[in-house]
């Protein structure tokens, strides 16, 4: 058994390499890479509750609630007891929140240059993980 020939290594080793690679990019926007992942999905539609953001991000609630703890610190958001049902927390962007939407705009199109590729091969590569990931989240529900 080598590393280099898992699946599992070179997954993992991908997925460091690109946290990485969005670092400078996102020093100016003052946000980590799991933030921007966050703010993606608030982007898309604003005001959504912790449970949803863990469904779309794939995180429990102990690894996102700290995250957004931290953002609306930064005040990038903001969180409160949903008043028809306290055990929900509603998640809203703030003004500053919605404002560095236009500025992260640029760093998906900078992907297909770094990798020497087409949009059309990065389509492709994306659809491949998600095919991927959706199989072993299926066969980890039938276990």
């Not at 991908?14 to 992942?37: G, V």
């Not at 609306?72 to 903001?78: A, D, F, M, N, V």
Request: charged fraction near 25%; aromatic fraction near 4%.
């Amino acid at each position: 058994m080598v590393l280099e020939d898992q699946l599992c290594f070179a997954l993992y080793a991908a997925s460091l390499a690109m946290t990485k690679f969005y670092k400078p990019m996102l020093a100016p926007l003052a946000l980590t890479y799991p933030q921007y992942l966050v703010m993606i999905v608030m982007w898309e539609q604003d005001e959504q509750t912790v449970g949803a953001l863990c469904d779309r991000l794939s995180l429990d609630s102990g690894t996102l609630t700290p995250l957004l703890k931290r953002m609306e610190i930064q005040g990038l958001i903001t969180r409160e007891r949903d008043p028809e049902d306290e055990r929900r927390v509603i998640v809203r962007l703030t003004h500053d929140g919605k404002a560095l939407k236009a500025p992260a705009l640029s760093l998906p199109p900078r992907i297909p240059l770094v990798l020497e590729n087409t949009p059309a091969a990065v389509d492709e590569l994306i659809q491949a993980l998600t095919s991927l990931r959706r199989k072993l989240s299926k066969q980890q529900q039938e276990a």
